[in-house]
């Protein structure tokens, strides 16, 4: 075994019967050794060379901490000699990133020897696994270069012992859960759990079970108190027996990632807003217009009817005077006559009826709409709630039907259904979506064939589910397209038409449900969208 | 006498506002043909002459825009107004190829609706 080892005690006039040095030639001639006595001298020396163990003596004081530390920088294993039955000192060296602990005491060469040749193996068969272009590097660069990977990931990565107490941290880990250089190391990972059973908490169970986990949610606490949402990865840590020693876990914060999911929802919700008050808009526009033009109409009839009154007014004057004066009468009636003609009277009397009948039709239809707006912002709230199944899709329908009368048939069929426990806005967020996808895909077929457009809405109870089914006669879909419909941003429809996040927001807001959202399509034939969503219990809401 | 009346031809698929529109022109003089699509309006081209086409961008089936497209691909030269309540939502090169004259809000105002026919017809 060629070996380079360098040994650091303090300068002795007479060294012990054992010392170190002799202990250690027992590795054999291939083992160089270099001693130094002056730890400045030792830490100089660990900088300049390569070395494959560095094995420190306890009375060097507080020199050993500040030649630990080197070691660890340079990743070189380091091997601490110490009194016997001094734990505490022990547990120090191991805290402070010694990796192998010999105590002074009966046997202490041959303990030395076997310590030092166990570290310089395993450096050894981490040198045998290297990949062949760092093969020219040594082992203690490859150690480097693992650091300063670990210190350096954007993930933060703890190692958790047997007894469920961090012995690593790194950086990132410090930092996402906001304590300081070193802070987490022997800490208890119960910590960051605070109320959390010790099978919910994933490494622990990896430590336990020997389970391993890739990227689930779960929350972890700061040391401020405030809660952060992670995806945790663990796997367990296993000896080189097999034996296992604990678990590593590695995890992300997820604030910003579900920041933007936040966002993403937002924007979806606006565009089917938005979708949404186009098409109200233009139901309400085209009533206000005559309604708006036919009262601007009777302001003129009634200008015109004001002209004959005033004549009536004129005939009545004459006829009232005493004695009354024919001619005069006759005049005033004549000049009647003549007004009466002039705005066209019989007309403007029967027109005002008809206007004022149109009127208070386009006003019903905008009071309808209204109606209609009110059932579907009922419940709009994003508390979990008792939602009428029946009533969210029929209220979404009504006012997505407003944008789509004129080319669709709407046919409903709803069966009596308990109540649910949900989201209600956001079940007739993904309902609207349903309708509105329905009803593009008939604009697109009937655009270029004659059609008589249709969607089906139906509702089923089937045991503690709801089946909710949306069915229309559009273009249709093939496969490649069905595949991919509940991607986030694929769309088939033109730039500016879409988010291309319609059905993945719907898949996700139904998969929080706890429910399925699945498609079938024929080309030419339609798409049929079923969903379907548990009933929850609602004692859950109490 | 009444063939010496320009005709309007009126088109929207709303009847009450076809029938606020006659009203408010009821004045001035034209003899109005009011129809409910695109399609009826094609016919009635194919019929008899008429001097103005009025009509609504938003129609089941075809659109204001698209009819009045093959009016103009007819070779027609008729003016023709189109009556929308979005018209900034319409592409400048589609109201070039539909050969539109004018383009009128919807609500519209009485004396706008007037004067842009009175100019549409003697422009």
């Given at each position: 075994m060629n070996a380079r080892l360098l040994v650091v005690e303090p300068f002795e006039e007479r060294p012990a019967a054992a010392s170190t040095a002799e202990a250690l030639r027992l590795l054999g001639p291939a083992v160089a050794l270099e001693l130094h006595h002056e730890a400045p001298v030792a830490a100089a020396a660990l900088r300049a060379r390569h070395s494959d163990l560095v094995v420190l003596d306890h009375r060097l004081g507080d020199d050993l901490w500040s030649l630990l530390c080197r070691a660890r920088e340079g990743a070189t294993p380091a091997l601490v000699i110490g009194e016997a039955g001094d734990e505490a000192h022990a547990l120090r060296a191991f805290r402070a990133g010694a990796t192998g602990y010999v105590e002074r005491g009966p046997a202490f060469a041959e303990n030395l020897s076997t310590a030092a040749r166990e570290q310089l193996q395993w450096v050894q068969r981490i040198r045998g696994s290297i990949p062949s272009f760092v093969e020219e590097k040594n082992a203690g660069t490859l150690d480097r270069y693992s650091r300063n990977i670990i210190e350096n990931m954007n993930s933060a990565l703890?190692?958790?012992?047997?007894?469920?107490?961090?012995?690593?941290?790194?950086?990132?880990?410090?930092?996402?859960?906001?304590?300081?250089?070193?802070?987490?190391?022997?800490?208890?990972?119960?910590?960051?759990?605070?109320?959390?059973?010790?099978?919910?908490?994933?490494?622990?169970?990896?430590?336990?079970?020997?389970?391993?986990?890739?990227g689930v949610e779960t929350v972890l606490t700061r040391a401020d108190g405030t809660l952060i949402p992670t995806g945790i990865s663990c796997a367990p840590l296993v000896d080189a027996e097999g034996v296992g020693e604990g678990a590593v876990a590695i995890f992300q914060d997820?604030?910003?990632?579900?920041?933007?999911?936040?966002?993403?929802?937002?924007?979806?919700?606006?565009?089917?807003?938005?979708?949404?008050?186009?098409?109200?808009?233009?139901?309400?526009?085209?009533?206000?217009?005559?309604?708006?033009?036919?009262?601007?109409?009777?302001?003129?009839?009634?200008?015109?009817?004001?002209?004959?009154?005033?004549?009536?007014?004129?005939?009545?004057?004459?006829?009232?005077?005493?004695?009354?004066?024919?001619?005069?009468?006759r005049e005033a009636a004549r000049a009647l006559g003549a007004t009466i003609q002039a705005v066209d009277a019989g007309f403007l009397m029967r027109d005002f009826g008809t206007a004022i009948r149109e009127s208070l039709e386009g006003s019903e239809r905008i009071r309808a709409i209204v109606t209609d707006l009110r059932a579907f912002s009922h419940q709009d709230t994003a508390e979990r709630a008792l939602c009428d199944?029946?009533?969210?899709?029929?209220?979404?329908?009504?006012?997505?039907?407003?944008?789509?009368?004129?080319?669709?048939?709407?046919?409903?069929q709803y069966e009596e259904l308990a109540p649910m426990v949900g989201f209600p806005m956001q079940l007739k967020q993904v309902f609207m979506n349903l309708l509105v996808n329905?009803?593009?895909?008939?604009?697109?077929?009937?655009?270029?064939?004659?059609?008589?457009?249709?969607?089906?809405?139906?509702?089923?109870?089937?045991?503690?589910?709801?089946l909710i089914t949306v069915t229309d006669n559009g273009v249709g879909m093939p496969k490649e397209t069905l595949d991919r419909i509940f991607d986030p941003f694929f769309t088939t429809k033109e730039v500016g038409v879409g988010t291309g996040l319609g059905l993945s927001t719907s898949f996700n807001l139904i998969k929080n449900h706890g429910g399925t959202l699945r498609a079938q399509s024929e080309v030419g034939r339609g798409t049929s969208f079923e969903v379907r969503l548990p009933l929850g219990d609602p004692d859950e809401l109490l | 006498m009444s063939e010496t009346l320009p005709v309007v031809l009126l088109v929207d698929d709303e009847k009450h506002i076809l029938s606020a529109l006659s009203r408010c022109l009821r004045r001035e003089g034209y003899e109005?043909?009011?129809?409910?699509?695109?399609?009826?309006?094609?016919?009635?081209?194919?019929?008899?002459?008429?001097?103005?086409?009025?009509?609504?961008?938003?129609?089941?089936?075809?659109?204001?825009?698209?009819?009045?497209?093959?009016?103009?691909?007819?070779?027609?030269?008729?003016?023709?107004v189109l009556l929308t309540g979005w018209p900034e939502e319409i592409p400048q090169a589609e109201i070039e190829r539909a050969g539109i004259t004018a383009l009128l809000p919807k609500p519209w105002d009485d004396a706008e609706l007037k004067s842009t026919l009175r100019s549409c017809l003697t422009g």
């Open positions: 703890l190692v958790i012992n047997r007894e469920g107490a961090i012995s690593y941290a790194n950086p990132t880990a410090e930092r996402a859960l906001g304590v300081g250089d070193g802070e987490l190391e022997g800490r208890d990972l119960r910590d960051w759990f605070p109320g959390a059973e010790a099978e919910e908490i994933l490494p622990l169970r990896t430590v336990k079970e020997g389970t391993r986990f890739r997820l604030v910003e990632i579900k920041q933007l999911q936040r966002q993403v929802l937002q924007t979806e919700k606006m565009a089917s807003i938005g979708q949404l008050a186009a098409g109200v808009a233009h139901e309400i526009n085209n009533p206000m217009g005559f309604i708006h033009a036919n009262l601007s109409q009777l302001t003129e009839y009634l200008d015109d009817l004001q002209k004959v009154w005033a004549q009536v007014e004129g005939l009545r004057g004459a006829a009232d005077r005493d004695p009354a004066d024919a001619q005069q009468v199944i029946n009533r969210a899709l029929d209220s979404t329908a009504n006012i997505v039907w407003t944008m789509m009368k004129h080319s669709v048939v709407l046919t409903k329905a009803y593009q895909a008939i604009e697109e077929r009937a655009a270029r064939e004659e059609l008589r457009g249709e969607i089906r809405l139906r509702t089923e109870l089937q045991g503690e589910e709801v | 109005i043909l009011s129809v409910g699509s695109a399609a009826e309006a094609l016919r009635v081209l194919g019929e008899r002459p008429v001097d103005l086409i009025v009509s609504d961008q938003k129609m089941p089936g075809t659109h204001g825009i698209a009819f009045l497209t093959e009016v103009e691909r007819g070779g027609s030269r008729v003016p023709r």
